[in-house]
């Protein structure tokens, strides 16, 4: 739905500023109806990255391609046109404060040329559909920040898109506000079939809502990749963003051992074998286990007593099993390399899946 | 002194020359000024549709039209107001000067305006497939409007004040009553019954603009 294939953006250079390259080579494909993340600090790119998929900003180089359509083909009046079919919302909600929360709404309808009756007939869905019926006549200043993005939804739906690109949409938005945006979006997403493009730096909106996700760097993608292969690879940058591996204090005995908890890899065969099979003695020293797109996940950091020589080849046997499972060392949340059997080659082709578009054509 | 029933009927005479003065220039100013004002914000680097030269071009204009002595302009423009009126005498002819002179100071007040609305809503609109006069028209106006009123408003009140000055050539209105029958016949009285016109005049639009402003902001 969404490929970016190479895309460069450079900002020329400015009075006391020298040349930005603000997205640096981004190739990045999302599919019909996914709802897709993009993460980094802020200064990553990320917030451009969104401007190439509408084309606010023409990207230096590299093409864009919506719904079948080369973007950058286009010339202006393409450019207008496809645009209609992307709907865009801001942290900053953007609305036009000379209009009611309908007037809002309708704008898009108007500049698309919709007929007085029909646009009305719209507005007074697309107002339910967010919740906010009743504040049809509302002015910007008199809604909360959540209604505000609410309206700004309805309007960005107004054209009705197919793709969303939601530019760090909830960061000015207290967590309840969060939490119902969000739902929101989950919802439109599946009634309308919507592609998401979400912008972020919250890890946990990410969590809450996206099927895959990608981290941006200097305007670069590092990682990504569906979130559920994501959190399996544990040496996983975007992973240890996204669930930051547990931390413990460095008091105790024994070995840790860090234990990535998925659907497909459950903590009951290692906690068995350790305790049962081994006799070894097990305590959870960290961790947490939750629900991350639908899956759940977690990571656990255990700590191992009275082992003699078996536990690392007890260890291999669990990894070859499908567990993920590592020795590590306190106050290092990534794990050491060498205590990792799998070859790295099996995991270069997932970061490349999403850093190399024309690949997957999915 | 018994002569004030002969002359308030032409105090008001003088009154209503300067309201049509007045009126007529703020007309033409906004006319005139706005489209310069959003033609100047749109052209900026980074704004709208950039064009450098055509804004600094503008830019040149308007601080030379704004740089110029009022009396100065009446003068220099005589020839112009000539070649389009027939007469640079009396309250007609007076308008061609005003509207010249205000329009600079229109343009320069419009442009402030539209440079404070907020450029994300530039953006949401054109994200929606707009074209940029489109912007221009549903974004900028009517989100600076609270604004471009109380910048018309500052602009009527510079426009009283300066067809009082024209009132020195000969303009009409009650600058020219006030220098003819206040000052050359040594009647302070006079002076100052137009002088307290004129405050009255110019408080008046003050508080209509100022509410019709505020109205504007707050719905």
Redesign the interface.
Known sequence: MIELSDVRKVFPARRGAGEVTAVDGVSLSVARGEFAGVVGPSGSGKSTLARLV?L?ERPTSGTVTVDGRVLTDLDEAGV?????S???I?Q?F??????TAAGNVE??L???GVGRTERRRRVADLLDLVGLADRHAA?PGQLSGGQKQRV?IA?ALA?RPSVL?CDEATSALDPASTAGVLDLLRQVRAELGLTVLLITHEMSVVRAVCDSAVLMSAGRVVDGGPLTEVLARPDSALAAQLVPAPAAADTGNGALVQLTVTDASPQGLVLQTLTAELGLSVEVAAGSVETVAGRRFGRLLLRVEGDDGRLDPALARLRAAGALVQRTTAGDPRPAPAADDEPPAEQEPDVQRLADAPDVQR | MNDWSRIAPQLLDATGETLYMVGVATALTVLLGVPLGVLLTVTAPGALAPHPLLNRLLGLVVNLGRSLPFIILLVLVAPVTRGIVGTTIGSTATIVPLTIGAVPFLARLVETSLREV?H??V?????????RR?VVR??LL??A?PSLVAGVTVTVVALISYSAMAGAIGGGGLGDFAIRYGYQQFRTDITLATVVLLLVVVQLLQWAGDRWARRLAT?
């Open positions: 509408n606010l207008r046109e496809a645009r209609r992307i709907g865009m801001f900053h953007n609305l036009l404060d000379s209009r704008h898009p108007e500049l698309a002015r700004a309007r054209a690109l | 907020a994300g809503k953006e949401a609109t054109l994200a929606m497939g707009a074209r489109d549903s974004v009517p989100e409007l719905h």
